[in-house]
């Protein structure tokens, strides 16, 4: 890639919606890191369309984009390829976040434009919740478990990271997995037709997102169940820690979505203007999860009172180590 | 002989009696044939019913009833809405992102946990009203410009939806509004206020539909929009009002939505439209127009939400539920219009 | 009009007819206008040449669904149909090489002939058949491909060409357009394309004339599978990946493609040139509107407004009687 | 006398059309007035233009020697003007009495709420006038096609309850779809009605307008070009001025009578369509124009449209050219050589939007194409102007839509969709003159004997005995689905009115 060093002006940004808390975080994180090298921010949103990505990327390279720094969100991974290897067939620099199938890497697919793939460990977030689900019910009884897309990597993870616990749980048995979209109506629809089916065998719900957790809690509240019945989400949306802190959800793995804006922002930022040189990055250092936290009734207070400080996501804040929350390179074979 | 004289002559011949006259009878609704026609949907229904209550004992509990009627108010009032536009022979697409708009702009202006904005009722009113506009817009456009009703309403579904991207506040709306959240929780036997709501406007439609000069002639405009017309009578205003009501209850449906989360959601209407296209079909409403209603349209919301919580009650493979619903539709429609087939008849 | 012209062009009698007759070509004229203002750069052959081929799975699904939509009929299931084909490709390809392409394609065809056929023996609306179908497709896809991307390594000959260029150009756009002229010397030439037409104008008095609809019905379907299906591998060409969900969501696009192009939804009126320039204004409307940098959501809302304004503008409403 | 109502210079014109060229006419206080005229000579432009549903582009209206202007059927009818529509204009799926006050200003309904009771009662009455015993609240799609028309009459009687004052009402072509009784029924209406109104009744048939009107018009592209007054006319002079053309020998008799020695074209044994009808016999030879009659619902449309195929189910044998066959779909009928014209030719016949040539070239083009596959434009453009000049279709060129051209003009260029067909060998025709003028029927016989004596062979069921007797060579009676008797060499030995009519009943 063209190690330009003049200062790339633009830093664009691909988000799956913008009609959500998660990417508009995203956003916001991006945004500081732009604001603080002068630089503007694009976003594109795709409503999870690949192809929509695929055509706006296209655009932006048509229109001639040398050098230019993309932090990208592939809709799928079936797209990731395709992404990096445009990206680097014209000339500019990618991060992406989430999405990327199990076996390419930055190091070894488009890897003058692939800078790096951040993620969070979602095998850990299943498994986290999935520990809390367990202790609340005592270690013994039936839970359901609500499942986001299903050709979708976190989807996965998550429910490896339960299976775990519930190995280590031995007590706790899954009644029944059903799909449910990442959608809130869907979520309510569904654990309405639990709560008739498994009455008061159902002792919890594990949602792999903190939408179907919402509508699980709607559900549950409906039956006067919200509290009684334990749910986990995933996220740790400022709704989903108000319902923590009530007690009508039992836990939530915490992202930090604005670092993960910020660091896509700035990686990208800092190889196109030159700062970095992807070859001397490691491989730790492309392909790394960030740090989260499991949002529960004891820390939930701190989480909603934290206000972001726009000068820790700053690009000469994050600048001073991009990695500095990095939980560690993404075990090989999983993504 | 003039012509005259010969008319005169077979007047004796033309007396014979004439077959399907139909002299004293009245509807065919009340003929046991015409009942059994258009139970078709409620036999499959009763068919649905039975086979799932064979298959796990759960599913005809009055829990699990209670369940399938609080899932079925919401889509119910999407379709009935539907129903007014499908009856009149067009199609209305933007219900995903009207009840979107409606959800997220009765989330930021009731009492919430983002914006400080708190109207009560007003927000509802809103809401509502935003519905209805966009509604009447999709009318206009397509009544009195003569645009397709298809492509029209797919360009305001683009539309609405990124309005209701456009006006969320970053955060997700908690409401804090507890009577409008407790239209969704008090529960008066068993069900929350609405299912009654739903059933009340299912009511309130059918009048309407029956009764009214807007539903009636909803109705001729679907079976004869060309003859309507040649009657003088001003179509474009049944058609716009017919759009109206749906974008109006489309947006109520996003309304409801709202109090059954809690929380304000811009992508609220996912997955209403098709759903509810296909149980307006599914109940005997044509999409070409003239035959079917509100009625139609409830059974078939049932048959959509019982197959949904018997594919969940008897543990499909999750992954083929989506499948398995949909040769459900082919097969429920082919079933309930089965007695319509002919040679000459045609359906696009 | 000179004489040759009229004969050429018959159902144009006058300016009025002539305007709207080009009207969809004016507004892609214009969209595109809009984006070299916008963007000059654009204009470069490599930034064509990249947009095209970004374009052709879009492309080709318009013009395969627009066979359906000159009968009066509508194939809401083409965009599901390209994920489930580009997904059994993907695991076909292990066992079969490159064979599994036109298996894939052979099916699609099969499957698309059964649904028109169905449409007229059960005598339900194509909507709801392809609503139906467009359900089935996306569950097997999902079941099959046990809800995962599949990758696809290189050496699938047919996939590779998709994916290359030749001469600088884009063997994807090569094959629409191949696509497109072969069609539309079907609909133009042939007997099948007469009836097609015929069969869109009225299906009951073309059936009374001996136009064979369940035969008819069941062609146009069988193209608007097997363009679909040729769109899922295009995509698949593009990025070596298939999932089961890949390209569902080219449903609505490729619609408006159809639609902004002149052809009318109750059908008999249109064609696959038309489809082909509502197809291309749509992705220039995508394009420009990326390129303006408007925010994402107002993207949508712009997208809306032009299809609102270019649908009003070419609609033809003197050969539709009423409008549904 | 004074006029009641009074155009001048009333012009119409379409989008390349001149409809109407500066009318004068004038409707006098309880006269019935009647108006003849070829097919697309503008007299249900006229109609309609008195009617509310179009406006002229030129030219005054005047009702009691003061201008008006109506801007939809509901201002006319407010001003006592009621039409009865060419085509049906009842809507299916609603009631009687919903049809019956459609287009009419009534208190019925208050704020948008229908009074049922009161629309109901006031339907009954004028459903008594009618002689119609059926409830007011019965769909209309339940009706049978005559009681339907005559809803279509009680539809714009009931103008006088609601309307003040003296009446217009204006028939356009009532009777081409009646029974002789309900002519009858109709006259005495109009003669009842002329208390307190003056209708213009339109129609094809001479002897009906002489027998109903005190005063004609005669209309000829869209100008008035004569008057004249009950009892100084007749039907010849009229058919004359209308057509241009003496009326005698109009239809041309047949040159050369059916070889009955040769092989049959169409065997048809016990046909059976249940409910229509029963174990239905009988032959068709080449070349042979075999007409079937019969009261309405006695079978003989079912009969056309089983030989087609396009009944839902039919039982017994048929046998062409000797080999005995199962039609189950036009197409396959077609693959036989058979072609058949509906009656219904608006919904069943024509497509709409599409011009005369591709309607003529559907299903034959192909023949003229290579390989049944490929087509030859120009070849078959070739063959359908061929066609256009000999059954004189009046048609601005072959790329003209194909429902703008006039009604009879309609029916030619669907008739030639078949004649193009080169393996055509029967056609069955199903009312091939509802609606046409009588030089348009003409031209129609002539050309249809022209084909029966080129080896065509035909099955007909036509409008009137009139027209059986002058076109068959056999004429078949059907009573209640079955044969009742047949009347053989029909040239040759004219069967009296009388037989034939007795044979129906
Ligand atoms: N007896 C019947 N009763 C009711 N409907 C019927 C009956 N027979 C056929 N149909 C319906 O009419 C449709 C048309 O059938 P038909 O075989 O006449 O035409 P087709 O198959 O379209 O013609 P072709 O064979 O030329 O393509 C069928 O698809 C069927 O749905
Ligand atoms: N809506 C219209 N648009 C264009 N041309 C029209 C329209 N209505 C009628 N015409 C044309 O106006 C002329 C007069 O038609 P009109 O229907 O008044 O004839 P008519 O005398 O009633 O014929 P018929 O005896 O067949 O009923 C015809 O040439 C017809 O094609
Ligand atoms: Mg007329
Ligand atoms: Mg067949």
Redesign the pocket.
Known sequence: AAMAQEKPKTIYLAVGTTSSEYWQEVIWGAQQVANSVGAKLEVYESGFDGQKHMQQLGAILAAGCEGCAFAWFPDSTAFTKAFVERAEAGGAVMTTMWNRPEEIHPWDTASDAWIANISFDGVDSGYQNGMALCKAIGGKGGIAVLKGTPDNPPSKQREIGLLKAVSECPGMTILDTQIGNWGQTEGQNITRTWIARYGDQLKGVFAQNDGMALGTVAALREKGLAGKVPVTGSDGSSDVLKLIKSGEMLSSMRISSQLHGAVAAALAYAVASGDLKIGDLAQAQRDFYLVQTLATKDNVDAMLSAQPNPADFSYDALKKNFWARSKGQIPVGVN | MTQAQLHAHDTGAMVSPRRGEAGTQRRSGHTALGVLKSAGPIVSLVAMVLVFASLTPNFVSAANLQAILESAAVPAVVTIGMTFVLVQGSIDLSGEGVASLANILLSILIANSVTAHDLGAGAIVVALAAGLAVGALNGTLYAYLRMPSLIVTLAMWLITLGLAALLFPSRQPQILDGGFVGLALHKHLGLSALVYLAAALALVAFIVERRTKLGRMGFAIGAEEALVRLAGVNVNVYKVGAFAICGCLTGLAGILTAAQIGVGNPLAGEGLLFPGIAACVIGGTLLSGGRGGVLHSLVGVLVLVTLRNGLVQTGANPLLQKAIEGVVIVVAVAASTWHLRRKTRVVK | MTPVLARMFPSIRSAGDLLRACGPAIVLVLVFAAVIWIAPGILKWRAINALLFDAAPLLILVIGSTLPVLLGCIDLSAAAMASFSAVVVALLVPEFGSAAVPMVLAGAAGIGAAQGWLIGRLQIPSFVMTLGTLGLFSGLALYLSNASTVGLGPGVAPLDFLGGRTHGVPNAFLAVVAVWIFLSLLLRFTRVGRDIYAFGASELAAYMSGV?R?LIRSCAFAISSICAALGGMMLLSQTLYSAPTMASNLLLPALVGVVAGGTAISGGVGGLSASLIGGLTAVMVRVGATIAGLPGAAQDVAFGIIILVAVAVTTDRTKIGIVK | MNALLSLQNISKRFPGVLALDEIDMELRQHEVLGLIGQNGSGKSTLMKIIGGLHQPSAGEMRLRGSPVRFGSPLEAARAGIGLVHQEQSLIGNLTVAENLFIDKPTDFSRFGFYRRGRMNDAARIQLEKVELDIAPDTPVDQLTFAQRQMVELAKVLSLEELVEGHLIVLFDEPTSVLTPTEIQALFRQVRRLKMRSSVVFISHRMDEVLAISDRVYVLSDGRNVAERVKGATDPDELYELMVGRQRAGSVLPRSNPPDKKAPKRLAVRDLTVPGKVEDVTFDVASGEIVGLIGVQGSGAEAVCRAIFGVEDSHSGHIEYEGRPVRV??P??AVGLGIGYVPAERKAEAMMKGMSVCQNMTVTFGSDYGYGGLLLSKRRERREAANWVERLKIKTPSLDHRIDQLSGGNQQKAVLSKWLLGRSLRLLVLDHPTRGLDPGARADLFNAIRRLAEEGLSIVFVGDTLDEMVTLSDTILVLRDGRLSQRFDDVQAKRPSEEDIVRAMV
Do not use: P, V
Request: hydrophobic content about 0%; charged content about 35%; aromatic content about 0%.
């Open positions: 064979r369940d | 189950s779909s197409s396959g």
